[in-house]
């Protein structure tokens, strides 16, 4: 195996001639391809977090790193560890079950809900009050929330997935149409540990989460990953479908409906449940570390060098999961693409650095919550405060170049304007921004260094697409069913003019971030600005 990858990577670094200099810092579409389609391959078994197949993709990407010519960015190693909890329930060795009006419902897990410890405990015991927390959001600033008069002690809250849509008297609450982070998934589990809560079960909609209940299912029945530091999540996390919660809470003589309609009005306030959830909850709880893999091109600037501009891309997918069939999710687009685009644009940087530093990092455990940017954000390997920008690739556009770039998040801050020159240079548009349905700015890697006041966004691929628009419609449609499932393989007749494109479009821009007179801002008035300011 070993012989394999060093083979890969001295006939990966040599793509250009020895001594050549590529002023221009071209991304090229061989090595791109050349490593999209190693890192798909069934030979890294879906670069699971905590399985084999992460721990050789880890070691590809420190060989990568060292046969291009980048520096360590640990001292001098080139990773970083994370330390996790991998946490997988045993429902088979569990009596856990909602009863309502003293009837236990009849339950599957995997199918009607999936559970487990946000603490990483492998067994407790449950005999808790279900309470109906509407949003399970507390803002301050929009003069809302869920938890108003709600001792959390001793209590499990159900919860909506979303926040509260907007309405003609406040047309732009919770940024109107457009998803906050207040509505992501992740929010509603922090919120409820800050809360002290005995734990917490959301109600999936296909409308709500922006995905199927397969995608909730496919995380929730493999091993999950939390990070291992920090503060614990509550003891009990985990999500029902909406037919689960519909005969909850009828058979608890409740109308979810109207709960839902009255979850939408500013003072709600959290409504008992005639209902319980009773029994012990196991699950094997295990401690592994994890690394993210770092790289630098220093600067040239004797001042500007000491900041750099960080790109980032997660190289984890997840990895293999059952007995049967197709076991390797291979996770071609997502994100074996981004982190290939990170290995050929690494490959085109060192060649021409410029006045600020740039870092290529290859983040862990992205699909288990963004673990792996969360542990750089809270210890990073380059100071906060003199990082100029992160710039995320997370799945490229693998069907066909466009005649527009995605840059939805960059008018936060400077880094829009700075976007919109780049891509004119390239012949390019940035396409239009919409409301942020799903959330997408707080679904990906570059989310956790905003949160740390870093000037961040992930770079998107093009919708107009030039050549073939109707067979790119089609790629996508299928991609969209292959999401997070073992269908997301590697096409050989991809045509990746527009993954190269994506890619070249954010070495430019991280180019003319490190090239600027100073570090871009955020916009005034943006809550990701006031930690800037403090650092």
Known sequence: MQKMISMLVASLAVALPAGAVDKSATVQEAPLRAHLEFLSSDLLEGRGTGQRGGDLTVAYLEAQSKAIGLKPANGSSYRQPVKIAGIKARPQDSTLSLQAAGAAMPLTYGQDWVWGPGDAKEARSFDHELVF???????????????????????????????????????????????????????????????????????????????????????????????????????????????????????????????RAAAEVKGFKPVALNARIKGDMKAVVRKIEQFNVAGVVPGTDPKLKDEVVIYTAHWDHLGKQGTEGDTIYNGAVDNASGTAGLLAMAQAAVKSPAKRSQMFLWVAAEEQGLLGSAAYA?????????????????????????????????????????????????????????????????????????????????????????????????????????????????????????????????LNLGRAVADAPKMPQWKAGDPFGAVRAKK
Request: charged share 20%.
């Open 133 to 259: 927390a509407g949003y399970g959001i507390t803002a301050p600033e929009e003069g809302w929330n869920d938890y108003a008069g709600l001792d959390c002690t001793n209590k499990v809250l159900v919860v909506m997935v979303n926040d509260p849509k907007p309405t003609a008297a406040e047309a732009n609450r919770f940024n109107g149409k457009g998803l906050t982070y207040y509505g992501r998934w992740t929010y509603k589990f922090e919120e409820a540990a800050r809360k002290k809560c005995a734990g917490i079960l959301l109600v999936h909609t296909d409308e709500s989460a922006s995905y199927g209940w397969s995608v909730v299912q496919n995380s929730w029945m493999a091993e999950r990953f939390q990070l291992a530091q920090g503060e614990p999540g509550a003891g009990l996390e985990g999500w029902m479908t909406d037919a689960t919660a519909r005969k909850l809470f009828a058979a608890a003589g409740q109308d979810l409906d109207k709960l």
């Open 378 to 506: 809270s210890a990073p390997l380059w100071p906060v405060e003199k990082t100029a920008a992160a710039l995320n690739n997370d799945s490229l556009n693998f069907t066909g170049a466009a005649r527009d770039i995605g840059a939805q998040g960059s008018d936060r801050t400077e880094l829009g304007a700075m976007a919109h020159a780049v891509a004119k240079k390239m012949g390019l548009v940035v396409s239009p921004a919409k409301p942020d349905l799903s959330g997408g700015y707080f679904r990906s890697d570059h989310f956790s260094m905003a949160k740390a006041g870093i000037p961040a966004f992930s770079v998107g691929g093009g919708s107009d697409i030039i050549k073939d628009p109707e067979n790119a419609k089609k790629l996508r449609a299928q991609y969209s069913k292959n999401y997070h499932q073992v269908g997301d393989e590697y096409d050989p007749n991809w045509d990746l003019a527009g993954m190269v494109q994506q890619a070249q479009f954010t």
